[in-house]
């Protein structure tokens, strides 16, 4: 064998080994919500990086852990928590640490999202912030609609037309709210107070399923004329049907944070990682906050959306509206026990 | 006691009996069948229960290992911190068991517990409040944390409800990976998963748990408290404690007892379902009887209806079979009672009783016949079956009676043999009874002609013939029309008798006499018409025999209505109306007369000569032959000392003796007397006794015989040949001559047998050394042939007839015979 020849080799070699090293990350597993990412800026992710985004849906925090918890966190490598979760599914040790570094577009983002729950700033990126409220079909229900109660005791003809979000904290928080207590409290009697009231509704519950947000949603169809809805998510449908109305109920309700997180079992992390600096840099966050109708918390990409995006008052509810809104606090493990509990006896 | 109730109460009890005891089986054995079906049904529905119980216990136990098996229970147990069970996994943990309880509804509850006891997740299928969380002190909790086994199973009440449950319980003991070493080190107790299993399905089937109407089970727990019972209300009441110790101690065996239960005797079977919990089947005894009882009932109205049914058919059978055939036979046996001895007995039956019917028949029968025998008897004569005097007086009276309501004549004829005492003294009553006989036979054979020749005549007017006794035959004429009827029969009876009768080599002459009565001329009562008729048959007698004579004619001959053939007789010897006719016997070698025999004759003067045949029998039976014998044998004595004084004869006389003579005359003397009164010669004198006569006479008058033969006096056997004397006889009798009857010499020369008769007769005279004479001879060649045959005297027509005294006088003188003789002689 000649040298020549032995170097020819060794260069083949070396070519396979480059090639195969950038086709590695080609795609990426990332779990989300439905309807909560615009596939044009996944189209131009994959343009730019030639990694595939591959999203996987939940339809409630719930869900997410239930999902997580069957795959101990794996087969993932991108997926959106809630801010209450984080700490906790990091606890269990399936996130990866976040920080500017792996992060660069980090620095868009407004300090007070990233600090808003345990544990958030050191393995989410936020994504967006909502609230949560009443969507309901205005030619359907014959009132207009203020409170929780209107959903929570809902009138006889609208029976079998409502729906609830499975979501153990959303779904026990409202109720906790319509009966004007705390959203994050463990007093028992308050609870099941809110049970009581969660099971007198539950035989005019059509489902607890969060609605889709498409053409084919059961709101758009008339099947439900009421729902607990994620704020932003009303204009999506209000792109269908102008008699989509959304309310903030006076009782309050929940602000939330969603987080983008890396799992720690995921083989990509750096594709992941480069996805989600993609996402917050400020010209997607952007475009991506007018597709989904959400608050960014990015504030490079705040500055760049239009004035009546800014000023509408389902995405960004002034001071007013969100007086009675609260986040999820961190509860001791018993409570959060007792709410598993109800929620399992009014859901399954 | 009647037969009814006699064969009722022997049959009734033989079918009932059988049938009690059958009955009294087939209730003990339905009693046995019915508990041992009743207790097998509740084995088998206990053991069962018991089954699907432990089933269910299995099932339960099995999928508490399953449940405790799935990733996310063992998940759950390892995780320690609790925030992240109760966030993270709580929620699925729980819709996990919430899918477990829907797909087992007999699972009320699925937990999670701690090792310390806390209630770290618990599941129910209905919204039941939570009492506790921490069960670390609950008793259930004490057991199972000491429990090391794999599955802890136990009953017992939660706390949240009052339900009696089966929990089941396991440990879950793990090995965390993630900071223990697999191999080395120990499964740590991470936590008990608890299912709590509803005995509802018991209680399902506890109320479909039945046997019969009542047989039911129930379960309690150890302290006796009802927890599943049929009846709601009997739910949380406590079972005796007796009762439950009994129980307890049957719960392991699958045998059922019998105890008091609630008041009531039942089997009691018992099954050890779990610690805690037994289940117990009651079998009201009282139901187990009632089948039994009802069979019972059964058997009860069956052994009546049997009784009844026997009753009825046995008196109907009864009265068929036997109580009608005797009634008829004791109807028939008071109609025997009453006389009528043929009574109709209506019976077809084969049996002993128509056996009995028949042969109570037949001895009626035979009674009738006897009856019909001695009736016949008493009316009838035993000889000729005739009617008797009796019989004869009472038809005659019936007769009467008749012929009076219709004005009509009628006859009776009194007959009377003529002979009969003859016969019946020379041939023997035997003889006289077969003349009586015969006589009745042509007499009633006649009467059946009359009939047939007057069949124009009514049935009822034949006439009847009696025998009054004795030889006195009546005949009884119904319907006569005048005397001439009776006259016609009396004429035609005349004629038939004296027709010969034959008996045997006898032969009889008879005839008869009849006297006739009229009704009603002669009398209008029957004692008068028979007493009447009897006096005409005596005119008829004195008539001469062998006529008839009407009573009414007789009377003018009344005053020999008295005076009979006897009387007649007796006159005639004091009116000298007997003669002696006299015929020579003749030596047949020299035709010289040797001797004469005087012949008896009554010359009457009404009727002209009466031959001896008529008379003599008359004479002997009434004892007039004594004077007239001795009379013929001095008149004989004296005419022939007459005709020797006269010179003309040198002859003997012979005279015939009768065997009553020799029996009741002392002949010997009389003979002497004549003798010696005549002052003949002993020779001269010869008696002549017929051969039958002789036979007859007892053995001292042969002894007379023989003295007179010692005297000279010659005994001669008259009639030789027609007795059975034998030659010893002969021999020994002191005869001196045989006498051959003429009815040999008659046809000696045409019939050989006579000849040879004849032959022998002389032969056996010669050869005793006697002499001999031939009667009858009546031509010279029969008088030739016997004097070559050594015959000693002729006597016959051929020499003379018997001629009287005066006329034989004549004869002698003139000697011619001894002329006559002489030339036939030498011819």
């Known amino acids: 064998m000649s040298v020549s020849k032995t170097l020819l080799v060794a260069f083949f070699l070396l070519a396979t080994s480059v090639v195969a090293k950038a086709a590695e990350p080609k795609e990426l597993v990332f779990l989300s919500w439905p309807d909560y990412m615009d596939p044009e800026i996944l189209e131009e992710f994959e343009q730019r990086t030639g990694i595939t985004i591959k999203q996987s849906y939940f339809d409630s925090d719930t869900a997410r852990g239930e999902l997580l918890l069957e795959t101990e966190g794996k087969g993932f490598d991108v997926a959106l928590i809630n801010g209450a979760s984080i700490r906790i599914l990091a606890k269990r040790g399936w996130l990866e640490p976040l920080d500017e570094l792996s992060i660069p577009n980090l620095k868009h983002v407004d300090p007070r999202f990233r600090t808003a729950f345990e544990k958030a700033e050191d393995f989410g990126v936020p994504y967006f912030w909502g609230t949560l409220g009443i969507v309901y079909r205005q030619d359907l229900v014959p009132f207009p609609v203020t409170s929780w109660m209107d959903l929570l005791q809902p009138v ?160 960004y509810p002034s ?17 959060q026990k007792n709410r598993a509990a109800i929620f399992s006896r009014i859901v399954y | 006691m009647r037969l009814h109730t006699k064969v009722l109460l022997v049959v009734v009890p033989l079918a009932v009996i059988p049938l009690l005891i059958l009955g009294g089986f087939a209730y003990d054995q339905q009693r046995t069948t019915a508990v041992e079906r009743s207790s097998s049904q509740m084995t088998a529905l206990m053991d069962q229960m018991t089954r699907n119980f432990q089933m269910h216990q299995d099932v339960a136990e099995a999928n508490v290992k399953l449940f405790a098996d799935a990733s996310l229970v063992r998940a759950y147990a390892l995780t320690e911190d609790e925030e992240e069970r109760y966030v993270l996994m709580l929620p699925s943990l729980l819709k996990l ?91 740590t107790l991470r936590g008990y998963l608890v299912v709590t299993m509803r005995l509802n399905f018991m209680a399902e089937q ?108 046995l008196l109907v059978a009864m009265s068929f079979l036997m109580t009608r055939p005797l009634r008829h036979l004791m109807n028939a046996i008071s109609e025997i009672g009453q006389g009528n001895l043929t009574p109709e007995i209506a019976l077809s039956s084969r049996d002993e009783l128509g056996q009995l019917m028949r042969s109570f028949q037949g001895m009626a029968g035979n009674l009738e016949k006897s009856r019909v025998k001695i009736e016949h008897l008493a009316y009838h004569d035993s000889l000729t079956g005739l009617p008797n005097r009796f019989r004869a007086h009472e038809t005659l009276r019936r007769m009467i009676s008749l012929a009076r309501r219709e004005n009509g004549k009628m006859a009776v004829l009194f007959l009377d043999l003529d002979n009969f005492k003859r016969v019946n003294d020379t041939l023997g009553h035997q003889v006289g009874d077969q003349l009586l006989k015969e006589t009745a036979t042509r007499l009633t054979s006649l009467l059946r002609a009359e009939d047939v020749i007057h069949q124009e005549v009514p049935q009822n007017t034949s006439g009847v013939l009696a025998r009054l006794g004795g030889d006195e035959f009546v005949i009884l004429l119904p319907k006569v029309n005048g005397s001439q009827d009776a006259a016609k029969v009396a004429s035609r009876i005349l004629d038939i008798v004296k027709v010969p009768f034959h008996f045997g080599h006898e032969e009889i002459y008879s005839g008869s006499s009849i006297g006739v009565s009229l009704f009603p001329d002669d009398g209008t009562e029957v004692d008068d018409l028979i007493k009447r008729a009897d006096a005409a048959m005596y005119q008829a007698k004195e008539q001469g025999r062998n006529n008839f004579q009407f009573y009414s004619a007789s009377y003018n001959l009344a005053v020999l209505e008295h005076i009979s053939l006897e009387s007649r007789l007796r006159r005639a010897l004091s009116n000298s109306e007997l003669e002696l006719y006299y015929q020579p016997l003749v030596q047949a070698r020299t035709g010289k007369i040797v001797g004469l025999e005087a012949l008896l004759r009554w010359n009457d003067p009404v009727e002209g000569v009466i031959p001896p045949d008529r008379f003599i029998p008359i004479a002997e039976d009434s004892g007039l032959i004594l004077p007239i014998g001795e009379w013929v044998l001095r008149e004989a004595g004296r005419q022939l000392s007459v005709w020797q004084a006269a010179g003309l004869s040198g002859a003997f006389v012979s005279v015939n003796v009768s065997a009553i003579q020799l029996q009741r005359q002392d002949l010997v003397s009389i003979v002497g007397q004549v003798l010696k009164d005549s002052g003949l010669s002993p020779w001269q004198l010869e008696l002549e006794i017929t051969e039958t006569a002789l036979m007859k006479i007892r053995p001292e008058v042969i002894g007379d015989l023989d003295a007179m033969r010692q005297k000279g006096v010659t005994i001669s056997l008259d009639d030789f040949g027609t007795g059975y004397s034998s030659l010893s006889l002969l021999q020994e009798l002191p005869i001196s001559k045989l006498k051959i009857d003429k009815s040999f010499v008659r046809d000696m020369l045409v019939d050989p047998k006579d000849a040879a008769i004849v032959s022998a007769v002389l032969f056996i005279a010669k050869s005793l050394g006697l002499r001999s004479t031939a009667e009858g001879v009546e031509t010279l060649e029969q008088a030739a042939h016997l004097a070559k045959e050594g015959c000693d005297q002729l006597q016959g027509y051929l020499l003379s007839r018997p001629l009287p005294a005066a006329e034989m006088t004549r004869f002698l003188k003139s000697r011619k015979a001894m002329g006559l003789l002489k030339s036939t002689l030498q011819v």
């Not at chain 1, 099947?223 to 049907?241: K, V």
């Not at chain 1, 996805?275 to 990409?301: C, D, G, H, M, S």
Request: glycine letters at 6%; charged letters at 20%; hydrophobic letters at 40%.
């Open chain 1, 319 to 335: 001071e007013e509206t969100l007086k009675n809104f609260e986040t999820y606090q961190r509860l001791p493990p018993r409570a």
């Open chain 1, 156 to 315: 006889k003809q609208l029976h079998g037309k409502v729906s609830m979000i499975g979501d153990s904290a959303d779904m026990i928080g409202v109720a906790l709210k319509a009966l004007g207590y705390s959203l994050n409290s463990t007093a028992p009697q308050e609870l099941r107070e809110a049970e009581s009231l969660l099971q007198a509704q539950a035989p005019a519950v059509k489902t607890y399923r969060y609605i889709s947000l498409n053409e084919n949603s059961a709101l758009l169809t008339g099947q439900l004329a009421m729902s607990m809805m994620y704020n932003g998510d009303t204009r999506m449908l209000q792109e269908y049907n102008e008699n989509i109305a959304f309310v903030f109920p006076k009782e309050g309700g929940n602000i939330w944070i969603d987080y983008l997180s890396v799992l720690s079992a995921s083989p990509k992390k750096a594709a992941a990682k480069r996805f989600i600096n993609f996402l917050n840099e400020p010209e997607i966050a952007a475009r991506l906050a007018q597709y989904v109708y959400y608050a960014t918390p990015n504030k490079a990409a705040e500055a760049l959306l239009p004035e009546d995006f800014r000023n509408d008052p389902v995405i």
């Open chain 2, 97 to 187: 068991f919430s899918s477990y309880l829907r797909a087992y509804p007999d699972y009320s509850e699925i937990r999670f517990l701690l090792p310390d006891g806390y209630e770290d997740a618990r599941t129910t299928s209905m919204p039941t409040p939570n009492v506790t969380e921490e069960e670390g002190e609950t008793p259930f909790f004490q057991e199972l944390a000491r429990f090391e086994g794999e599955t802890f199973t136990r009953v017992s009440t939660r706390p949240e409800s009052s339900e009696i449950s089966l929990q089941v319980a396991r440990p879950i003991r793990l090995i965390d990976l993630a900071v223990q070493d697999p191999l080395n080190s120990k499964p």
């Open chain 2, 206 to 313: 506890i109320a479909s748990s039945r046997v019969g109407a009542n047989g039911h089970t129930l379960i309690v727990n150890e302290a006796g408290k009802i927890l599943f019972h049929q009846d709601p209300s009997k739910l949380g009441q406590q079972l005796p404690a007796s009762l439950l110790d009994r129980a307890l101690k049957t719960g392991e065996d699958t045998q059922l007892v019998s105890v008091s239960y609630l008041d009531s005797k039942s089997l009691l079977s018992a099954r050890r379902l779990h610690d805690g919990l037994l289940l117990i089947g009651v079998l009201p005894e009282a139901e187990l009887l009632e089948e039994g009882g009802r069979l019972g009932k059964a058997v009860a109205w069956v052994v009546l209806g049997t009784v009844l049914l026997l009753i009825i058919v």
